[in-house]
Nanobody
Framework: QVQLVESGGGLVQAGGSLKLSCTAS????????MGWYRQGPGNQRELIAR???????DYADSVKGRFTVSRDNAKATVFLQMNSLAPEDTALYLC????????WGQGTQVTVSS
């Protein structure tokens, strides 16, 4: 069964850091790029970070320089290190395969207080 499980969210003060994890079924992780998405209150879901199967990454302008995406292929897990968090980063964070979009997981909530 295709499965995506996100974790690591929480409540943090502005300027703080969090590291998110997403574990995927090996059938969808192996050989595919992985992406981190977020959906804030009243906003559409957006792709904020993408990592190719060989580890090259690109980011949305809104998170560039603050967030870092990485992956552990042996563990079928993708990470998102988030630094210098701001209230506008408050959102539900989810992972998926860009362009394929398997069934979404539950996501992990990140709330940044000012």
């Amino acid at each position: 069964q295709v499965q995506l499980v996100e974790s690591g969210g929480g409540l943090v003060q502005a300027g703080g850091s969090l590291k998110l994890s997403c574990t995927a079924s090996r059938g969808i992780f192996t050989g595919n790029p992985m992406g981190w998405y977020r959906q804030g209150p009243g906003n559409q879901r957006e792709l904020i970070a993408r990592i190719s199967r060989d580890g090259s990454a690109d980011y949305a302008d809104s998170v560039k320089g603050r967030f870092t995406v990485s992956r552990d292929n042996a563990k079928a897990t993708v990470f998102l290190q988030m630094n210098s968090l701001a209230p506008e980063d408050t959102a539900l964070y989810l992972c998926n395969v860009p362009g394929l979009l398997f069934n979404w997981g539950q996501g992990t909530q990140v709330t940044v207080s000012s």
